[in-house]
C-alpha cells in the first residue's frame, strides 16, 4: 500500500520518490546523493506525514554533505520569510528583471484611460513596457487565484499597449492559469512557466536572499535584513554587516564561504 503525504493545502498524495530525487538534482545535487537521501527518507516515512516533514528531512541530509546546494534546495522557503523581514518582494522581482536586462521600477502610479493604476512593478524592454502585479504569500499553502489575473487582465486594457505579468511565490489555482492561458496574460510561479519558472530564473541569475544561507540561525538572518542586507551578494560587498549582525571570526567566515559557493549562475552550480 502506498504512503500517503500530505501537501501544504491539507490535500494527500502518494508519497513518490522519483519527485523528492527531482527536487534535489534541479537544486545541484548529484543524482547518487538524491537518490540516496530519497532512499533513506522512504525507508522511514509513514502515512499522514506532511510534505514540509519530508522537506526538513531532506535538507538537514543535504546540509551536511552539501550546504551550498542545501541553500537553494531551501530557496522557496528562503523567499517565504520576506513577510515578517518586511522587506518588499516586489524589489526582489525588480533586481532579479533588472539581472535580466530589463529596466524596472516599483510601485509606479499610472494613468490609464479611465483611472490611475498603482502598479508594483513596470518594466521596460525592447520598446515594450509589462505592468507586474506581485502577489506575495507567507505560507506555501496559499494559491493566487482567478480574481487576480481577472482584475490584472482589466488593469492592463485600460493602460492600454502593454503587456501584464502576475507574479507569485507560490502557486496560481487552476482557474487562474486557464483564464490567464485563454486571455493572453502571463504568469510567473514556483513552477510555471514550463523550462522558465521562477525558482529557475533565480537560479540562473544567482539572485538569493540571506534567508537561504544554511549557517546562519534564523536570528542572524533578521539581524541582516533589519539592516537591509537582503541578497548574498550585498554581504560580499558589505562585510561590515556580518559584524554588525554580531557574526565574526571562523563564523563569519563560514557564512562568506557559502556565500561564494551559491551566489553563482545555476550552470555554474556544484
Not at 38 to 59: H, N, P, V
Not at 159 to 175: E, I, M
Not at 218 to 228: D, G, P, V
Request: net charge neutral; glycine share 8%; hydrophobic share 40%.
Amino acid at each position: 500500500m502506498a504512503v500517503l503525504v500530505v501537501k501544504a493545502d491539507g490535500t494527500k498524495e502518494p508519497f513518490n520518490p522519483e519527485k523528492l530525487v527531482a527536487s534535489l538534482m534541479r537544486a545541484g545535487a548529484e543524482h547518487g546523493v538524491a537518490r540516496d537521501i530519497a532512499d533513506a527518507i522512504a525507508a522511514q516515512l509513514a502515512s499522514g506525514t506532511t510534505t514540509q516533514e519530508i522537506y526538513r528531512r531532506a535538507f538537514a541530509r543535504l546540509r551536511d554533505t552539501r550546504r551550498g546546494t542545501a541553500a537553494r534546495y531551501s530557496l522557496k522557503r528562503a523567499l517565504l520569510e520576506f513577510g515578517p523581514s518586511g522587506f518588499p518582494f516586489e524589489a526582489y522581482l525588480a533586481e532579479l528583471f533588472r539581472r535580466e536586462g530589463y529596466e524596472a521600477k516599483i510601485d509606479q502610479l499610472v494613468r490609464g484611460k479611465c483611472v490611475e493604476h498603482e502598479v508594483d512593478v513596470v518594466l521596460h524592454k525592447g520598446g515594450v513596457t509589462t505592468y507586474v502585479e506581485a502577489k506575495f504569500h507567507n505560507a506555501a499553502g496559499f494559491r493566487t487565484d482567478l480574481k487576480t489575473v481577472l482584475y490584472v487582465k482589466a488593469r492592463v486594457e485600460d493602460l492600454g499597449g502593454s503587456r501584464g505579468l502576475v507574479v507569485t511565490n507560490t502557486k496560481f489555482t487552476g482557474k487562474a492559469v486557464e483564464y490567464a492561458a485563454c486571455a493572453g496574460l502571463d504568469l510567473l510561479s514556483w513552477e510555471q512557466p514550463e523550462g522558465h519558472t521562477l525558482q529557475q530564473r533565480i537560479d540562473a541569475a544567482g539572485l538569493y536572499p540571506v534567508t537561504a544561507l544554511t549557517t546562519l540561525s534564523r536570528r542572524e538572518k533578521m539581524a541582516l535584513l533589519s539592516q537591509k542586507i537582503v541578497l548574498c551578494t550585498d554581504l560580499s560587498d558589505d562585510t561590515r554587516a556580518l559584524a554588525t549582525a554580531g557574526l565574526s571570526g571562523q563564523k563569519a567566515d563560514h557564512v562568506l564561504e557559502e556565500v561564494g559557493s551559491l551566489c553563482v549562475p545555476a550552470k555554474h552550480i556544484e
